[in-house]
């Protein structure tokens, strides 16, 4: 609103405006984020996350939360992280690990690891961004590090199925 009326008419003009935002669902978003932020602290660290709660069949936002305390960061994880397109299915991919029993402290191996490819006789090795592997790994600091290879192996043991049926649970898919 500031950067196409300015901030005098934003201040001073009495402008109305509307929002889908629902205050109470605000509210709520940003307390269970912070709860669960803290239920994942590894040490002393806490770590930072971000929410954004839409109505599916709308499109509406609700609620918008960019972290657990402006006061810390004012990097709003919201809308200002970016991330490559196959980061964004892994918080689904980590809620089916929890829904199988799997915990923020379970521990997966980031080693590498090879694969049938997509035609007769070829192979595929995921990778890491860093090219590097990181061995014995909890899932907590695989998400948070966006671990490829812990990730497919995670996908291995629950299975895709699992996955998918989770996304149309949360009305992600189909």
Known sequence: VERKYGRDLLATGGL??????????????????RRRLLMLRVGKETPQGGVAVLEVKSGRVLALVGGRNFSVSQFDRAVQARRQPGSAIKPIIYAAAFEYGMTPKTIVIDA???????????????????????????????????????????????????VKNLARRLGITS
């Open 112 to 162: 590498p690891l090879k694969l049938p490819g997509a035609t007769v006789g070829s192979t595929w090795s995921p990778e890491n961004y860093t090219r590097k592997h990181y061995g014995p790994t909890t899932l907590y600091q695989a998400l948070v590090h966006s671990r490829n290879v812990v990730t497919v192996k995670i996908l291995q043991e629950i299975g895709v199925e699992r």
């Open 16 to 33: 109305t405006v509307h929002t889908t935002l629902d205050l109470a669902m605000q509210q709520a978003t940003a307390r269970a984020l």
